[in-house]
């Protein structure tokens, strides 16, 4: 067993033993290499979604499962998509995660060697520049049943591809006119390996490397190498990535980085450790969940037209949303590791994810009494200005969270549902005439129902002074047991009652004309004034919280402070979806 590294999981950790897992244990023990280095790729597009939660979680959890180093690496090879307001968050979300990385890294480091890493290829008849316009590439590209054909421009000759090579990147051509094509085979039943591109023309500003580049490198060209440089053993993506793979090895046998280190001579000059190697590329099945949409572009729509408050709405499966809605990072975590590692594609339902969040803040979470529909409840047998200090242990199986005072006097706020004239069959709580046990008081009998017409506004009852902690009679069974604050001690507070997003099961799929957009969830969120004990508006912000009987909940991140409590419900402290 490897050790717990973070006491905050709900469960130590078993050994994981995934497929990937199983290679890298291989590797290291057959000596293929003397140490592991994993990164985590994102492309700063857009914010880090639960999905990429289970990348980081792999790629991190096997850096430090096998003692590894784990580079974040920007994948910043789209200028025209990116913003230096996703590198923060993502930054942010990965050190929230847990994770702390060995090198931060851009693809835009290595456009340099990426650009002589061309020349290369094109030196040996292995790439082209190409001036068919995007339409015709796709025209010749062929398809899945017909081979496709030869650009007229690939017989080129080695001179005219350089001399044009080094015009396009002098910034002579205009944006789309030409690209830089690798020469491998048109008839291969592999699209991928159908003379793909290599550079395009973009006469776009980057975010690090300004007006230099005038040219940029495609994806698959950029990332393989950008792992080869970094040493990367096991390159971890998604499985849509698997057709890409003979792509991605012919890119680092025929640039070969490890075996010309004069290709990267002026990242060593620049003062990056270059430990260049041969990179594996292993797919693993990407995360999907039920009851919700984890593209980025539906996530950025969300966003810009208003259907949520911002990236960080607590209904949002962005990282940062899920923080703000109070889920511990250690919840992802394990939800990770119960999704685990495989090549098989799956839909995992919501209620794994709830009942990871639940396990957690259960174990992590200190109790407290909130009361978020009111009605008031006047003990007529203590006097009007009855106080007194009940000491009510934070945790009910973790002494270890030490105990409070929670303030008693002779009015009190309970929830209106713990109350009934008419009582359904079953119903163990406070009906007229009835008793109920006031947690940590004591048996009330309800002697009075006061109205202000139909609505009730005041339960008078009696405290059975035998039925008194410590007394005689405390131990007299009674079949319910409701929450309460101190009225004249409660403080108010903002809670946010937050459900589901969407609906349905399966917002992607678009059907009789809806779309995800039809199906989100107007119950999503619900905003009530609630009285908490006062200990409860002392809590930090972005500490979790049970309120008994309601739920898990978190103080806001950010508009919970002293003198304004805020609170999120993370999750209710039951499934309550599974019924519907
Ligand atoms: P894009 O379409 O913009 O490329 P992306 O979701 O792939 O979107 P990246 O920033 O490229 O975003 O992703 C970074 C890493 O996270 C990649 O290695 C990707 O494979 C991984 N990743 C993204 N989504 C998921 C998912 N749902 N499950 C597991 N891994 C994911
Ligand atoms: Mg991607």
């Given amino acids: 067993m490897t050790p717990n590294p973070d006491p905050t999981d709900a469960s130590p950790a078993p050994e994981k033993n995934d497929f990937i897992r199983q290679i890298v244990r291989e590797d290291l023990a057959g000596g293929k290499h003397a140490a592991v280095r994993t990164r985590f790729p994102p492309e700063p ?44 968050a993502i930054k942010e979300d990965v050190r929230w995660l847990g994770f702390e990385w060995a090198e931060l890294r851009h693809a835009s480091d290595y456009f340099e060697v990426f650009y002589r890493g061309a020349i290369k290829l094109i030196e040996q008849g292995k790439a082209y520049v190409c001036d068919l316009s995007a339409e015709q590439v796709r025209e010749y590209r062929g398809t899945l049943t017909e081979p496709g054909r030869d650009s007229p421009f690939r017989s080129r000759s080695v001179e005219e591809n350089l001399d044009l090579f080094r015009r396009m990147r002098a910034g002579e051509f205009a ?25 395009r023309v973009k006469k776009v500003a980057h975010q690090n490397t300004g007006d230099a580049w005038p040219i940029y490198p495609m994806y698959d060209y950029a990332h393989c190498l950008s792992d080869a440089l970094e040493g990367i053993t096991h390159s971890l993506c998604t499985l849509e990535f698997e057709d890409h793979r003979p ?53 950025l729509a969300l966003v810009q037209d208003g259907l949520v408050a911002g990236w960080d709405d607590p209904r949002m499966p962005t990282l940062q949303g899920l923080r703000r809605r109070g889920t511990p990072a250690a919840a992802l975590r394990l939800f990770s590791d119960r999704v685990g590692i495989s ?37 007529t047998n203590l006097s009007d200005d009855h106080a007194e200090t009940l000491r009510f242990s934070n945790h ?16 009190l706020w309970i929830e209106r549902e713990d109350f009934m004239e008419v009582p359904p069959k079953g119903f163990h709580r406070l009906v007229p005439g009835g008793e109920v046990r006031l947690r940590g008081v004591g048996i009330v009998r309800c002697q009075e129902v006061v109205k202000d017409g139909d609505e009730i506004t005041e339960l008078r009852c009696t405290l059975d002074l035998q039925s008194r902690p410590g007394m005689e009679g405390a131990d007299r069974k009674i079949k319910g047991t409701i929450h309460w604050v101190s009225a004249a001690h409660a403080v108010a507070a903002e809670v946010r009652l937050y459900d589901r997003l969407f609906n349905v099961p399966d917002p992607d799929r678009d059907e009789d004309g809806k779309t995800y957009r039809d199906h989100l969830n107007p119950d999503s969120v619900r905003v009530v004034q609630a009285w908490v004990e006062p200990s409860a508006a002392g809590l930090a ?9 309601l739920g898990f909940f978190t103080a806001d991140r950010r508009d919970h402070g002293p003198g304004r409590p805020v609170f999120n419900r993370t999750v209710t402290l039951r499934d309550t979806w599974a019924r519907k």
């Fill in 541 to 549: 912000a972005e500490s979790g919280v049970q309120f008994e009987r």
């Fill in 247 to 299: 792509l991605y090895d012919w890119f680092v046998d025929n640039v070969d980085l490890a075996g010309d280190p004069a290709l990267y001579q002026p990242l060593v000059d620049a003062g990056f450790t270059v430990p260049a190697g041969k990179p594996r590329q292993i797919e693993f099945s990407r995360l999907n969940i039920n009851f919700t949409v984890m593209s980025k572009r539906k996530l």
């Fill in 343 to 379: 090549k098989q594609n799956s839909l995992i339902d919501y209620s794994v994810l709830e009942g990871c969040i639940r396990e957690v803040m259960d174990a992590a979470a200190p109790r407290r009494l909130a009361v978020i529909n009111p009605v008031k409840l006047v003990i």
């Fill in 175 to 199: 944006d789309g006119s030409r690209t830089l094509r690798a020469k491998i085979d048109m008839a291969s039943g592999n699209i991928n390996l159908r003379d793909p591109a290599i550079y």
């Fill in 45 to 88: 597009n857009g914010y880090l979604h639960i999905g990429h939660a289970k990348s980081i979680c792999l790629n991190f959890g096997i850096g430090r499962e096998f003692g590894g180093r784990v580079n974040l690496r920007f994948d910043d090879t789209n200028p025209a998509k990116e913003d230096p307001e996703y590198v923060e």
């Fill in 396 to 411: 009910p199986k973790d002494p270890g969270f030490g105990e409070r005072d929670v303030p008693f006097s002779s009015t």
